[in-house]
C-alpha cells in the first residue's frame, strides 16, 4: 500500500519513478492482497493518456482485461473508447456497429 501511495505522489515529481514503482506493483503476485491491481492500471493509463501515448496507454488497458479486471469501474468509458480510437482499433468486447445501435437506442 505505501508504495503505491508513493507512485501517486511521484506522478507530479518524478513519473519515470512512479512508473517504474507501478510495474513493479503489478508484477507482484501478491499485491492484489494490499492495494487493488485496478487502481495502479488506472494511475499508469491516466498518466500514458494525459501524456498522449496512446499505445502505451493501451498496452495497460489491454494487460488490465488480461488480468480479467473489469476496466470501466477503474477508468471512464469515454477514456477507454478514445484509446482505443487514437490506436484504431475497437475496444475489447465490441463489434463494429455496436456502438451506431447503442446510440439509436438511448
Do not use: H
Not at 39 to 51: R, W
Not at 72 to 96: M, S
Amino acid at each position: 500500500m505505501e508504495r503505491f501511495v508513493l507512485a501517486r505522489k511521484l506522478v507530479k515529481t518524478d513519473t519515470t519513478q512512479m512508473v517504474a514503482v507501478c510495474v513493479q506493483l503489478l508484477e507482484q503476485k501478491d499485491a492484489e492482497t494490499a492495494i487493488r491491481v485496478g487502481d495502479v492500471y488506472a494511475l499508469l493509463i491516466y498518466f500514458y493518456a494525459q501524456q498522449k501515448d496512446w499505445q502505451k496507454a493501451r498496452e495497460f488497458l489491454d494487460g488490465m482485461a488480461g488480468r480479467g479486471i473489469p476496466l470501466e469501474p477503474y477508468i471512464d468509458a469515454p477514456l477507454i473508447k478514445n484509446v482505443y480510437a487514437q490506436c484504431g482499433v475497437a475496444p475489447p468486447g465490441r463489434q463494429a456497429g455496436v456502438e451506431e445501435i447503442e446510440e439509436k437506442l438511448e
